[in-house]
């Protein structure tokens, strides 16, 4: 001890000037390296050694994340690779144009629909309600310009006209219903006056259609045009409080066209069963359709997930739990959240209003925040009303963060979070809204740690330059 004080009163300022000069430049490299090692990779450098390499060699066990399962049966992982990333699906849930948008814009003086959104409904008309035959009926030749028409005056005119050349033109009325109605009962009734002419045509089409490929074409236009019409009947009843009659249309529809399931009308009606507090049907309707082999979506993994959180949301305590563990029940309702959190990561923030709803777009796209917003602008009533299941939420949703690996090549449950989910949904989420990005990792605490040790040895270095005999008097007392 006498040694070293004798030496430490030998140094000079120059020494402890040079000592947090170099030790400054040397933390400032680890800090460079670290955060392009960050940025890379998505880990820390020391960290990953420390966990990897250092761990073992004191005793400590390795905790590998487990393997990803596959998305689905019989799936081979160059598939899971080549599969499309960001596939953007019509909206089921999506509310009428003149009804709900336009009236949003009056009130707000907002654009709540997308140029780019709008343009993929267009494309969507285009394909539904029109055909290679339309040419031999005048009033289709009318409405096939109509769906072209980018200004919507211009369309509603065009669909008055199909209807004076032919008054049993059932695309004229969904026209008429989607964009000229301004309230939900005036859009159901062009919506039965297209149901109307859409089964007298429909009928007519099946008698003839193995005639000739374009009576064919015209059977599934005809076919398109009727499933929609119902579809958009049964949302009327829906939202006005007629619900057990918008369920009994849903399941019709779903028995009359049971292979149109890409049109995801199972997801309009969880909505209505959970309204009416059926949770034995919703779980009914889960067991057919929440399957490996089929693609998942928002709806129906956070759907599962309120269903096991409502087994025991209403007594669950997080002080509670820690104490004793939890149950074999509370552990199913817990994986659960984090199978849906896992899916679509953007929801929870929405469930527990950390961020704002705005109206759903026509179109989403799956596991991104488009699809998170139209969720939880019908589902967040629901989970309300169980007493409890936000808490849960609430409790347990952040702890998947934790174990998604990273970087996003990997999955748990599903096949690999897309990467282009934020430019999507830019395009179809109107410009006032600030869009969730996932993922968005906290930085490493090595980095934080790094960065404090070269900001506080540079400003040694300088009060070293600047007052140097304070400094060796503070530098020796320490």
């Given at each position: 001890?006498?040694?070293?004080?004798?030496?430490?009163?030998?140094?000079?300022?120059?020494?402890?000037?040079?000592?947090?000069?170099?030790?400054?430049?040397?933390?400032?490299?680890?800090?460079?390296?670290?955060?392009?090692?960050?940025r890379k990779y998505g880990t820390s450098f020391i960290e990953q050694v420390s966990v990897s390499h250092l761990r073992p060699l004191i005793g400590g066990a390795e905790n590998n994340p487990p393997a990803p399962a596959a998305f689905s049966a019989g799936e081979s992982e160059a598939s899971r690779q080549n599969m499309p990333e960001c596939?953007?699906?019509?909206?089921?849930?999506?509310?009428?144009?003149?009804?709900?948008?336009?009236?949003?814009?009056?009130?707000?003086?907002?654009?709540?629909?997308?140029?780019?959104?709008?343009?993929?409904?267009?494309?969507?008309?285009?394909?539904?309600?029109?055909?290679?035959?339309?040419?031999?009926?005048?009033?289709?030749?009318?409405?096939?310009?109509?769906?072209?028409?980018?200004?919507?005056?211009?369309?509603?005119?065009?669909?008055?006209?199909?209807?004076?050349?032919?008054?049993?033109?059932?695309?004229?009325?969904?026209?008429?219903?989607?964009?000229?109605?301004?309230?939900?009962?005036?859009?159901?009734?062009?919506?039965?006056?297209?149901?109307?002419?859409?089964?007298?045509?429909?009928?007519?089409?099946?008698?003839?259609?193995?005639?000739?490929?374009?009576?064919?074409?015209?059977?599934?236009?005809?076919?398109?045009?009727?499933?929609?019409?119902?579809?958009?009947?049964?949302?009327?009843?829906?939202?006005?409080?007629?619900?057990?009659?918008?369920?009994?249309?849903?399941?019709?529809?779903?028995?009359?066209?049971?292979?149109?399931?890409?049109?995801?009308?199972?997801?309009?009606?969880?909505?209505?069963?959970?309204?009416?507090?059926?949770?034995?049907?919703?779980?009914?309707?889960?067991?057919?359709?929440?399957?490996?082999?089929?693609?998942?979506?928002?709806?129906?993994?956070?759907?599962?997930?309120?269903?096991?959180?409502?087994?025991?949301?209403?007594?669950?305590?997080?002080?509670?739990?820690?104490?004793?563990?939890?149950?074999?029940?509370?552990?199913?309702?817990?994986?659960?959240?984090?199978?849906?959190?896992?899916?679509?990561?953007?929801?929870?923030?929405?469930?527990?209003?950390?961020?704002?709803?705005?109206?759903?777009?026509?179109?989403?796209?799956?596991?991104?925040?488009?699809?998170?917003?139209?969720?939880?602008?019908?589902?967040?009533?629901?989970?309300?009303?169980?007493?409890?299941?936000?808490?849960?939420?609430?409790?347990?949703?952040?702890?998947?963060?934790?174990?998604?690996?990273?970087?996003?090549?990997?999955?748990?449950?599903?096949?690999?979070?897309?990467?282009?989910?934020?430019?999507?949904?830019?395009?179809?989420?109107?410009?006032?809204h600030e869009v969730s990005v996932y993922p968005q990792k906290e930085l490493p605490f090595f980095i934080h740690f790094t960065a404090g040790l070269c900001s506080f040895s540079a400003m040694l270095a300088l009060l070293t330059h600047q007052f140097p005999e304070l400094m060796v008097i503070f530098a020796k007392a320490v």
């Amino acid at each position: 001890l006498l040694t070293v004080t004798v030496f430490l009163s030998t140094l000079t300022p120059k020494f402890y000037f040079a000592l947090t000069v170099t030790s400054s430049f040397i933390s400032g490299l680890i800090f460079v390296f670290e955060w392009w090692h960050f940025r890379k990779y998505g880990t820390s450098f020391i960290e990953q050694v420390s966990v990897s390499h250092l761990r073992p060699l004191i005793g400590g066990a390795e905790n590998n994340p487990p393997a990803p399962a596959a998305f689905s049966a019989g799936e081979s992982e160059a598939s899971r690779q080549n599969m499309p990333e960001c596939k953007v699906w019509r909206n089921p849930l999506n509310l009428f144009r003149g009804a709900e948008y336009s009236r949003y814009m009056w009130v707000t003086g907002k654009e709540p629909l997308t140029y780019y959104d709008m343009n993929l409904s267009a494309q969507d008309h285009q394909n539904f309600f029109t055909c290679d035959t339309d040419t031999l009926r005048p009033s289709d030749t009318v409405m096939q310009k109509a769906w072209r028409e980018r200004n919507p005056q211009a369309r509603i005119k065009a669909a008055y006209q199909a209807l004076e050349l032919n008054n049993d033109c059932a695309t004229a009325y969904v026209l008429l219903a989607e964009e000229e109605a301004t309230t939900i009962a005036d859009a159901e009734k062009y919506f039965k006056q297209a149901l109307k002419a859409g089964e007298m045509i429909y009928r007519k089409s099946q008698n003839c259609h193995s005639q000739s490929p374009q009576h064919e074409a015209q059977l599934r236009r005809d076919t398109n045009v009727l499933v929609y019409v119902k579809r958009r009947l049964a949302m009327c009843a829906r939202k006005l409080g007629r619900i057990r009659e918008a369920v009994k249309m849903m399941r019709d529809l779903m028995k009359e066209f049971p292979l149109l399931s890409m049109l995801n009308i199972h997801e309009n009606l969880l909505e209505a069963l959970l309204e009416l507090q059926a949770y034995a049907d919703v779980q009914a309707v889960l067991a057919k359709y929440d399957d490996i082999s089929l693609p998942k979506s928002a709806a129906i993994c956070y759907t599962a997930a309120l269903l096991k959180a409502r087994a025991v949301s209403e007594r669950f305590s997080p002080e509670t739990a820690s104490k004793r563990g939890l149950s074999t029940a509370e552990i199913n309702a817990v994986e659960a959240i984090h199978r849906a959190v896992e899916f679509n990561p953007h929801v929870p923030k929405y469930l527990l209003e950390m961020k704002s709803l705005v109206l759903p777009p026509e179109h989403i796209l799956k596991r991104g925040d488009s699809e998170a917003v139209a969720y939880a602008f019908f589902h967040l009533q629901h989970w309300k009303r169980i007493e409890g299941a936000l808490n849960l939420l609430h409790c347990t949703w952040e702890g998947t963060f934790r174990m998604i690996p990273y970087p996003l090549e990997k999955g748990h449950l599903f096949y690999p979070y897309p990467s282009c989910t934020e430019t999507a949904d830019r395009e179809l989420l109107p410009t006032f809204h600030e869009v969730s990005v996932y993922p968005q990792k906290e930085l490493p605490f090595f980095i934080h740690f790094t960065a404090g040790l070269c900001s506080f040895s540079a400003m040694l270095a300088l009060l070293t330059h600047q007052f140097p005999e304070l400094m060796v008097i503070f530098a020796k007392a320490v």
